[in-house]
């Protein structure tokens, strides 16, 4: 104790000997490491301190990397996590549901692959690509913060979905990019309801004016054509009368095909029984009675349906009306001659996807303008000169009903090919189709 002061010594001793090696006194050296030692107790304290601010840490870090283990894997939106060039690195299961792909399937994809189905124009937003490169490219040049647009693509089974992607950028302190985190979220039904809507305001007068004009005209028109038909049996030879009875016979056929859609435009809504029904049978009496038009416009007509398929709870004369307007379609669609390809298969669910058939009506025409696919299915919109615009917006409507959807792929020289998709089990969930 120095000053009251307990010292801490570090204490060494060296014998003295003499010439015969006896130890005849010492050398002691005292020296004081009492600041050293008061050192090294501050040091441990530090390091106690420390060890327990990592540990604390080390736990905020694995609590917050599971909070956000669960905000990711629990997000109703899809989201996924994209190096810097776009390639996925990792999904979360709502975009895996949204989409209908296993995780493994999408990682390793880049961003871009996710639409390369969609078809170009079939919303409107051909330049969507190029729009959301070059958002991107501001992102990665810091000129902005995040973006969001809408964008369309396509479910596994072909299935069109709208979605509105959010995109922001992660970065390191340095301020280099390590990923990207998009974020799609699924407006498909918002902007159906929003389009549906509109179009009921539309066709709400169109269709009580459409019904009695149906009704109106229609009767008298069946009288002309029976009055027609009476006429030309009369006739014999290859007259100029008999000529101009049979062009009247087709204008009479032709108006009262308009009359028909008409009246289906009213009825389009109203409710229909449905029966488990044998599709090969109604696609082969649909190519029977269109096998004349066929002809005529010198079409081959091939169908394939795959021997599995079960019978799909149906109003088989309202999904007879969907075969024959698409059939006609695609006839009309070749007028030098063509093949038309009808084909049935058995689409199993994945993913959450329910169980159904999917029917594709395929034609070697002149394909369809990207300006016009994407208002092929309004009401009153054809690019024929003598067509009403209503048989595919009826068509839709069939199909929606039957908890179904159709969608369309063309291009310019390259043929159309309607896509109709039905579910294996009535809407409402009662299954109804059956393997007998």
């Known amino acids: 104790v120095v000053g009251g002061e307990p010292r801490t010594l570090l204490n060494y001793a060296v014998p003295i000997r003499d010439e015969q090696e006896q130890v005849v006194g010492a050398v002691a050296v005292h020296v004081d490491i009492t600041a050293r030692k008061r050192a090294e107790r501050e040091l ?34 899809g989201i996924a996590l994209t190096d810097p060039q776009g390639r996925i690195t990792q999904t979360n299961p709502a975009l895996q549901a949204m989409l209908g792909y296993l995780p493994e399937e999408l990682t390793g994809l880049t961003y871009d692959a996710l639409f390369e189905r969609h078809a170009a124009g079939e919303d409107g937003s051909q330049d969507a690509p190029a729009q959301e490169a070059a958002l991107y490219g501001e992102l990665l040049a810091g000129a902005r913060q995040s973006y ?32 990207a985190v998009r974020m799609l979220e699924d407006v498909t039904a918002q902007r159906e309801t929003q389009a549906a809507l509109l179009q009921a305001e539309k066709l709400a007068v169109t269709g009580r004016l459409a019904a009695s004009f149906a009704h109106e005209i229609g009767n008298p028109l069946q009288s002309i054509l029976s009055v027609l038909s009476v006429l030309r049996d009369g006739m014999a030879g290859q007259s100029e009368d008999l000529r101009l ?15 028909r859609q008409l009246r289906d435009l009213h ?46 709870p149906l109003a088989a004369d309202q999904m007879q009306q969907v075969f024959l307007n698409l059939i006609l379609n695609g006839i009309e669609a070749m007028p030098g001659g063509g093949v038309l390809r009808v084909r049935a298969v058995r689409t199993p669910g994945h993913n959450g996807a329910a169980d159904g058939v999917r029917l594709d009506f395929s034609d070697t025409g002149a394909g369809i303008a990207p300006e016009d696919l994407p208002r092929v ?8 000169p003598s067509g009403l615009g209503l048989g595919l917006y009826v068509s839709h409507g069939i199909v929606q009903q039957h908890g179904g959807h159709i969608t369309v792929e063309s291009a310019p020289g390259q043929g159309t090919t309607f896509s109709v998709w039905l579910p294996l089990s009535a809407p409402g969930g009662d299954v109804e189709a059956n393997d007998g």
Do not use: W
């Not at 049979?246 to 032709?254: K, P």
């Open 148 to 179: 969001r647009l809408e964008r369309s693509l396509r479910h596994r089974d072909g299935r069109p979905l709208r979605v509105r992607v959010m995109v922001s950028l992660i970065r390191d302190p340095a301020g280099v990019p390590r990923y």
């Open 44 to 77: 441990q304290a530090l390091n106690e301190i420390l060890e327990e601010r990592v540990a604390q840490r080390t736990s905020e870090l694995q609590a917050s990397e599971a909070r956000f283990r669960a905000i990711f894997e629990e997000a109703a939106l």
């Open 267 to 312: 009825r389009r809504s109203e409710p229909a029984e449905r029966r488990p029904t044998d599709l090969r049978e109604l696609l082969e009496s649909s190519l029977l009675l269109t096998r004349q038009q066929a002809k005529s416009h010198e079409v081959a007509v091939h169908l394939e349906v795959a021997e599995d398929l079960p019978r799909v």
């Open 377 to 384: 299915f309004e009401s009153f919109y054809s690019t024929k």
């Open 245 to 259: 009875l049979q062009v009247a016979e087709e204008e009479i056929v032709r108006a009262s095909n308009i009359v």
